[in-house]
């Protein structure tokens, strides 16, 4: 059996949101993973950005390609927050 949880969405302080996005602009990575893999993984991961009409959107399983490292520090910091929504309002799971 597959279990699929998109989460819903959080609301994070402006002050939360202004240090995120200082932090994202100083990461510069490669659009595409150098790595190839074939397989197939039941953990999705997909980070999107949206600005107005314009957004980018990330999606990796398992793991963050090494070629996208610099975003670990941000992935940890966004899961930490989840789990945080997830452990104050458990009606999100």
């Known amino acids: 059996m597959t279990v699929v949880r998109t989460g819903a969405p959080y609301l994070l302080?402006?002050?939360?949101i202004d240090a995120m996005l200082a932090q994202l602009r100083q990461i510069?990575?490669?659009f595409e993973p150098l790595?190839?893999?074939g397989a197939i993984h039941p953990t999705t991961?997909?980070?999107t950005m949206h600005s107005g009409s314009h957004s980018c959107q990330l999606e990796w399983f398992n793991a963050l390609p090494p070629e996208w490292g610099a975003l670990a520090a941000m992935v940890e910091l966004l899961e930490a927050l989840g789990l945080k929504a997830l452990q104050d309002d458990p009606s999100t799971r």
């Open 13 to 16: 302080a402006s002050v939360d």
């Open 28 to 30: 510069h990575i490669s």
């Open 45 to 47: 991961y997909r980070l």
């Open 35 to 37: 790595e190839r893999i």
